[in-house]
């Protein structure tokens, strides 16, 4: 029973995201009208790359922070690779 609440409870969250992806969506394009896969293809997996990628600067910007990652170059152009220790090998 307690996997079945579980279950029911990941599954509300997956319905709100979806919702929240789909309306985002039609915010940004009003007119927009498309089929099931359409929908699930632009508008629900254009919304959740954006999530995404907000998720995935967080943690680039914590890895740099801590020291594991370099950050060369500013903006959406900005490249990040293993940072090297001081005597020039990078962490095993």
Do not use: C, F
Not at 12 to 26: N, V
Not at 84 to 90: Q, S
Request: net charge negative.
């Amino acid at each position: 029973m307690r996997n079945s609440l579980k279950l029911n409870k990941d599954e509300h969250q997956r319905e709100k995201e979806l919702t929240d992806a789909i309306l985002e969506y039609l915010t940004e394009h009003p007119q927009a009208s498309d089929t099931l896969e359409g929908i699930a293809e632009w508008w629900v997996m254009r919304q959740q790359v954006r999530v995404e990628i907000k998720t995935l600067l967080k943690v680039l910007r914590q890895l740099t922070g801590n020291g594991l990652l370099e950050k060369i170059g500013y903006g959406d152009e900005a490249l990040y690779h293993l940072k090297a220790k001081e005597d020039g090998r990078h962490p095993s």
